[in-house]
């Protein structure tokens, strides 16, 4: 298995336990990641705000820049928003061919072009897909028996391109974290919004909507996420929310590979669980208890 690794920005910096558990994974697998050379942001959500044709440019440059550096090989993305981007960039040159005469035109003043897009896969496409849950099963050493685990896959992972799961009803995680050795969580929320980037211009809507999550995963030992944005909502406001509920909300929040790598036989220093900013101590205790 060899991928083209596009981390973006946020797996850069404030959400590099994400990408060094993610890195720490797929080696473990036997997968070897290549990084993208010279790659630039996705846009994330301010470039369509501001410009649709500069979102499309941005993602439609990391294509031709993996194209050129790694031919027919598929670019593995963590990031659920950067996923969105690229496969947008992707799908919309594709099927529009005035938006992709302006793409190719643009990326011709840095003598870039598309010929043949690689495919944009997203990390759980490629666990799920590639790896496979029977693989990881196989490779578990250390089952997270006594784990409540509720799968959390958010928005932009799986909309509006239904590539590997259904978005209304997701189940792509379950098998994985079975795999595990964890229980999964049964509950109703994996496909609701965290409320994304209105945490910082509508706050008090967006904490209405973690404080819903949050408490629906009541039960549940952690919530697993696979998006950098989802992750950082519904652990870094859980004071917060629990403050406006009137009710202490506090629960674990980590990305899937931690949780994978660490039914792998992984340290917690490997896939940088000391950057989370919510691992209660029960969760800490139970986990110790499955490593004895």
Known sequence: MNYTYYPGCSLSASAMEYDASTRALMASLGASLTDMDDWNCCGATAASAKSALLSL??????????????????????????????KKAAM????????????????????????????????????????????????TTRPLKGLKIAPYYGCQCLRPYPVFDDPEDPVSMEGLLEACGATVFKWDMGA???????????????????????????????????????QLN??????????????????????????????LGLTESDVKLDKNLAVTRKFKEKLLAVSC
Do not use: W
């Open 234 to 263: 519904l652990e870094g406001f859980q004071r917060q929310v629990s403050h406006d509920a009137g009710s202490d909300l506090s629960i674990s929040i980590l990305y899937l590979p931690q949780v994978i790598g660490l039914a």
């Open 57 to 86: 440019a941005l993602g439609a440059r990391n294509l031709a820049l993996a194209e050129k550096m790694a031919p027919g090989s598929d670019i593995l993305v963590p990031c659920s928003a950067c996923y969105l981007n690229l």
């Open 192 to 230: 609701s919004c965290c409320g994304a980037s209105n945490m910082s211009t509508k706050p008090d809507s967006a904490r209405k909507l973690v404080q819903k999550i949050l408490m629906q995963a009541r039960g549940a030992d952690a919530i697993v996420t696979v998006c950098p944005m989802c």
């Open 92 to 139: 919309e040159r594709r099927n529009d061919p005035e938006v992709a005469r302006k793409l190719d035109d643009i990326l011709a003043q840095e003598s870039l072009t598309i010929t043949k897009p690689p495919e944009v896969r997203h990390l759980l496409d490629i666990l799920v897909n590639d790896v496979t849950a029977p693989t990881i099963k196989a490779k």
